[in-house]
């Protein structure tokens, strides 16, 4: 990403305003009632034909364009951009009915039938052919196309279809394999297949990680894991070749999805291969909701290398898919909507135009809802379109780097989380998130990075539940913190290396003499168990039984009952110019705090907010361009900034020229 492309248009820089548009759904007269509601609503740009295949190729080499060039023609005449997708989402009934081949099979052995969207195989050559052939009719029909502003390849990919065990997958896993370790006596030694018996003497004997009598190799697991996200990237890269060759100047994205619990796509490992990227969010209710939402913004604003990126998706008020979907209060569309443009989205855009009246997804909130354009959340889209034209001149700026930095590594969130471990309660995400709103508690700003990312730029590094840690990794880190970084990391960090091994002589293994610390032996904690500290928080889900094997090593805090009274539960380490420190227990964003600020001390980070706004807004920073976000349900005073914006409103966003 050292030089991400835009949108292909001319004309000053604007923040983009949108969503996926299905005229397909609908009959054609009302075509023309949606260009001038978009209008209206200060629309310029769509995704268009996302799940469109159907109609596209309507039979087996027979194509059909003509409504998608009305539809194309139609929305350039109204002065709207259209972010063209590949359609290749969902495969026709034509094709799966001829081809039942390129059904996914699940970990059972059985077959994903049609009936829902994204019923392929990532490894499918007969579905990658039939792809390929529709992405190069479509990227020669409309290259020259004056609407084209960019092309989308597939949609979510891996949403539904991220693991195939199906005998197309298993070949593609060989594949894989091989060119992972060369032979078979490398892959014997990363998979530890001396236990249990499963010695490999011919790769025709591999499979995927199908049902088992019990927990299958935890290795094979994480390659499995590595390969899945590795295919479609695959496909990504494939119909994004086709389209550079035929459309060269158009730029190419796919639709990411940073949001909670979503973990298959290595996006650190994907950003690379999009033009610009792109992601799609939907928020959780519950009270860590907004915080979630500023975490995924962030996660994506530095996936995309502080460039402006694309919000593609996300909704104007309920869902669908949750247990209860409960709609959006008053000024949280606005609001929810700014944040991902306060971490650098340059393109708000929503699932969808105008909302279905039939389909699974027709009680999904749109720009348009149901009940038209005399609706309260019709008039809150407009209201919003009107906003981000006002925040014209925040187009093109990028993310003001932080002072401080959280590591988010896929692999660790991968395997932390696998079967056969000392706890199968630990959610690595939520460990992450809990970090994160303890920096939005003390009013500090932070970047959420890959840990590929260059940490020599921050003064300070947490680096939670960092569980897969190669020599390489271990010797950044050393090099970071002797260098003068202040490094802080958790429980199960530094346990194993790339091929889930442990690093032998004591926990936290490859981070042991680094942190000054030994523990013999894990102790997890039962549900209705909890460890008091000295401090005056409590832990939770974990302890460890910490030995000092360096005389440098300060106890900040200590575990006070128990069997773990009086042993160490937060520790800090000079080493060189700088420090490692480490938590042992899960602490919550309330004890996080409570010790990060003695951290952030150390390292010279402090908060940029007045003591009066720490905790209650977020600040977050494009080209000097401040964002304040409210993160409380009242209206906050402003005056302590010195700003002209006296109070910020519940559940608003300003943003305040430098």
Sequence with gaps: MSSPRWLRRTGAPRLEYGADYNPEQWPREVWDDD????????????????FSWARLEPADGEFDFGWLDEAMDLLHANGILVDLATATAS???????????????????????????????????IFRRYALRLVRELGTHYANHPALAAWHVNNELGCHNLYDFSDDAAVAFRDWLRSRYATLDALN?????????????????????????????????????????????????????????????????????????TKGMNYADWAAEVDFVANDHYTHPGPRSRDELSFAANRVGNLAGGAPW??????????????????????????????????????????????????????????????????????????????????AFVAGTHR??????????????????????????????????????????????????????????????????????????????TSYVHNGGHLVTTYFSGIV????????????????????????????LLDDESAALD????????????????????????YKTGEMAGRPAVTRHPAGAGSAGYVSTRLGPAGIAAVLGEFLDRAAVRSELPPDLRGRVELTVR?????????????VDLTSLGADVPVLAARAVAAIRA
Excluded at 35 to 50: D, K, N, Q, Y
Excluded at 238 to 257: D, G, I, S
Excluded at 349 to 357: A, Y
Excluded at 543 to 551: F, Y
């Design 535 to 558: 401090n005056g928080t409590t832990g939770t889900l974990w302890t460890d039984r910490i030995d000092l094997t360096s005389p440098a090593t300060e106890v900040l805090a200590s």
């Design 35 to 50: 260009v001038r509601a978009m209008r209206e609503a200060g629309v310029t740009i769509v995704s268009l034909g996302i």
């Design 189 to 261: 030694h990363a998979w530890g297949t001396a236990f249990w018996s499963q010695h490999y003497t011919a790769w025709e004997q591999i499979l995927p990680p199908r049902l088992a009598a019990t927990h299958p190799n935890p290795t094979q697991q994480l390659d499995f894991k590595r390969f899945s996200s590795d295919v479609l990237k695959d496909h990504l890269i494939a119909e994004r070749e086709l389209l550079r060759e035929l459309t060269p100047e158009v730029p190419v994205t796919t639709n990411f999805m940073v949001v909670g619990e």
């Design 310 to 391: 694309f919000l593609m998706e996300h909704s104007t008020s309920a869902v669908n898919w949750q247990p209860v979907n409960v709609p959006k209060r008053p000024g949280e569309l606005a609001r929810d909507s700014l944040t991902h443009v306060a971490h650098g989205a340059d393109a708000v855009c929503f699932f969808q135009w105008r909302q279905s009246r039939a389909g699974a997804e027709k009680y999904h909130s749109a720009m348009l809802p149901h009940a038209g354009t005399g609706s309260a959340l019709f008039r809150a889209v407009v209201s919003l379109g009107e906003r981000l034209r006002d925040l």
């Design 400 to 477: 003001t780097r932080a002072r401080a930095a959280i590591v988010f590594d896929w692999e660790s969130w991968w395997a932390a989380e696998q079967d056969s471990h000392p706890t199968d309660r630990l959610r690595y995400q939520q460990e992450a998130l809990d970090w994160y709103s303890a920096f939005l508690d003390l009013g500090v700003r932070v970047d959420v990075v890959p840990a590929s990312a260059p940490l020599a730029e921050y003064a300070f590094v947490a680096a939670p539940i960092l569980h897969v840690v190669p020599a390489a990794l271990a010797e950044r880190l």
């Design 91 to 125: 495969p026709p009934p034509w094709l799966t009915a001829a081809h039942p081949e390129v059904l996914p099979i699940d970990q059972q052995g059985r077959t994903v039938w049609p009936g829902g969207r994204q019923h392929w195989r990532p490894t499918s050559k």
């Design 623 to 635: 080209d000097g361009i401040r964002f304040l976000l409210n993160r409380t349900d009242a209206p």
């Design 497 to 524: 290396d790339e091929n889930d091994h442990v690093w032998l002589g004591g926990y936290p293994g490859a981070l042991r003499e680094l942190l000054g610390l030994r523990i013999e032996e894990f102790a997890p």
